[in-house]
């Protein structure tokens, strides 16, 4: 193992199950970004201008990184960029609010128009984070740009009504089915995008609607399991390595994790990543600071939550989900500097 890594080198070597002297410290971006308002106000590189505009996108991304310690460089700052394009009524939000979906733009699964997937990937809010990826990695060979997406499942369900696509799931599996090969075809080709002539260099995928607890374990296999690794095989032909979010407790689908062929999972703060480990040797285990004590516990209670998940072996060391955008810097600091310290 050389004795100095560079920040993408170190993510890298952890992805590939390699040596290195600690483990990485990031923040994918996506559901899990730090474009909290203390930075944004000290920048003024700010959202919501940023969600829309490539080179302000690229601005407030590094301004992220360079402020917060994290070792990596995260973008978008959203989960609305798929449902956005596919037609669903998204407000934007503010410098303290994140983006909604406002309203989806079909009743059921079977109301669903499918569109040229080839089209569609060259228009929208895409264009914005693709350039802005690409941008970023240009200006930042040392340390690694990861692009997020939103999950298969989540996307379906944030452009048919959630409460109707889950009991289609059920009800209408063909239909439910064709929907999903849909998003996800899409998916692998803004990851296409993203990832060549040396953009990013890690694929996110955040999919908080695609849960043990809302699904059960026999959805979560046949749906979850099944599209994310579509969508990894294609990624990873691309060379890229694939992180995945999973949201919730993982109790009833424990069993199915291994089937993910990610290169690493994240998990909420809930989760025994130890355990997972102990349990799980294949799995590279990522996370899991909980969101909720980097906003209101003092920064002496962040180290101590992140001294034990280095000494615990925890591969990756990240947030455990999406940070509130009022979340102090001095937390954050605190997390990133404890493990570049060595957790000890």
């Not at 070792?71 to 407000?91: K, R, Y």
């Not at 040797?281 to 909980?290: A, E, Q, R």
Request: hydrophobic residues 40%.
């Amino acid at each position: 193992m050389p004795t100095t890594l560079t920040p993408r080198e170190r993510l890298l070597r952890v992805l590939r199950k390699e040596p290195v002297d600690r483990p990485p410290v990031i923040c994918t971006g996506g559901m899990m970004n730090a474009a909290i308002v203390e930075i944004m106000r000290d920048t003024g590189h700010t959202l919501p201008e940023a969600h829309v505009d490539p080179q302000r996108m690229a601005d407030l991304a590094q301004d992220v990184h360079v402020h917060t310690g994290f070792e990596n460089i995260g973008v978008p700052f959203c989960m609305t960029v798929e449902a956005e394009l596919l037609g669903s009524e998204i407000d934007l939000g503010t410098l303290e609010c994140e983006p909604k979906i406002v309203r989806e733009v079909f009743p059921s699964v079977g109301a669903v128009a499918f569109r040229d997937v080839g089209q569609l990937v060259h228009t929208g809010r895409i264009e914005v984070v693709v350039q802005a990826a690409h941008r970023l990695a240009r200006a930042n060979p040392d340390v690694p740009v990861i692009a997020s997406l939103t999950g298969p499942v989540s996307t379906a369900a944030s452009i048919v009504d959630p409460m109707t696509f889950y009991k289609e799931l059920r009800k209408n599996p063909e239909g439910a089915s064709r929907l999903l090969d849909y998003v996800t075809d899409l998916l692998g080709a803004f990851a296409e995008r993203l990832v060549a002539d040396q953009g990013a260099t890690a694929i996110a995928v955040g999919d908080p609607s695609a849960t043990g607890e809302i699904l059960g374990p026999a959805m979560f296999e046949a749906y979850t399991v099944r599209y994310l690794n579509q969508l990894a095989d294609r990624v990873h032909a691309l060379g890229a390595p694939f992180i995945v979010h999973i949201c919730g407790d993982l109790k009833s689908v424990r069993r199915l994790l291994p089937q993910l062929r990610c290169n690493a999972l994240s998990t909420d703060a809930l989760v025994n990543l130890a355990a997972l480990k102990r349990d799980f040797p294949s799995i590279t285990t990522m996370g899991n600071v909980s969101t909720f004590a980097l906003q209101w516990n003092d920064a002496g209670k962040i180290r101590s939550v992140t001294r034990n998940l280095v000494n615990d072996g925890v591969d990756i060391i990240s947030p455990a989900c999406g940070l509130s955008t009022s979340t102090r810097l001095e937390t954050i600091r605190a997390l990133t500097d404890e493990v570049k310290n060595g957790g000890g």
